[in-house]
Each structure stands twice: as structure tokens, then as C-alpha cells.
């Protein structure tokens, strides 16, 4: 295995979004397998104007970092609901309960984690984020 791997996040990461019906309100791309990484994940998030997603999540082990990079969004953590806007990072603790809803123009987002954890580590709660 060479030192590095490049993968466009856009291009050569599949959707898992259109594999779980959220498409095209939702374009989520996990890149970990992708970019071969041993030690964190990275995944891209773009969601459409107003849409969140059914569910918030938390993990067990892995501390998140999300980036809005584009658009605006809400994001909920337990009780408390940010408002992010480009260049926004935000820290999450394993354990903290998350949900995130796309502004006005939408959002996109990198999503960063560590450390890389095997698939069961998010755990979801169906109905989290009620107005």
C-alpha cells in the first residue's frame, strides 16, 4: 500500500444516501474504505434546503468533527441547537445525540471522525429531533 490515497469525495465515493431512499433531499458519501484509512473517516454531507434527517445518532467511541463548507444548516446536539454557517467547525463527543437540518440554500459538509470504528458504532434514535 502506497503512503497516501486520493479519492474525489464527490466522484468516487458512493452515495449511501440513494441506497437508503433519502435521495435527492440527502448526498452522503463515507469515504473511509475509499481513501484506505486506518486511524479516522472522513464523509461528505449535502442536504437540501429544510431537510433533516428522520433520525439523530450518537457513537460509542468516535468523536466527530463536522465543517460546513457551503450553505447554511441547524445542527441539534442533546438540548442545545447551533446555528453553522461556511467555516463553522464543531467538535462532538462520543456519546452526545446529534441531528442536523439544512439551511435555506441547503449545506454541504465534511465530516471528520476518530477513531475509525467498525460499522454498529453509531447508534440512532428514531424520531429524535421533534419540533
Known amino acids: 500500500m502506497a503512503g497516501f490515497t486520493k479519492r474525489n469525495l464527490r466522484t468516487e465515493v458512493d452515495d449511501q444516501a440513494r441506497a437508503f431512499g433519502f435521495s435527492p433531499d440527502l448526498e452522503f458519501r463515507?469515504?473511509?474504505?475509499?481513501?484506505?484509512?486506518?486511524?479516522?473517516?472522513?464523509?461528505?454531507?449535502?442536504?437540501?434546503?429544510?431537510?433533516?434527517?428522520?433520525?439523530?445518532?450518537?457513537?460509542?467511541?468516535?468523536?466527530?468533527?463536522?465543517?460546513i463548507v457551503r450553505g447554511t444548516a441547524k445542527l441539534k446536539l442533546d438540548d442545545e441547537?447551533?446555528?453553522?454557517?461556511?467555516?463553522?467547525?464543531?467538535?462532538?463527543?462520543?456519546?452526545?445525540?446529534?441531528?442536523?437540518e439544512g439551511g435555506p440554500d441547503g449545506a454541504e459538509l465534511i465530516l471528520f471522525g476518530a477513531p475509525r470504528v467498525p460499522p454498529g458504532d453509531a447508534v440512532t434514535e428514531q424520531d429524535w429531533w421533534t419540533d
Open 81 to 100: 441547537i447551533l446555528e453553522l454557517e461556511p467555516w463553522d467547525a464543531v467538535r462532538i463527543a462520543p456519546g452526545v445525540v446529534r441531528d442536523i
Open 30 to 67: 463515507v469515504a473511509r474504505d475509499a481513501l484506505e484509512t486506518t486511524e479516522s473517516a472522513v464523509s461528505f454531507m449535502r442536504l437540501a434546503e429544510g431537510f433533516r434527517l428522520p433520525f439523530g445518532h450518537h457513537h460509542e467511541l468516535q468523536e466527530e468533527v463536522y465543517v
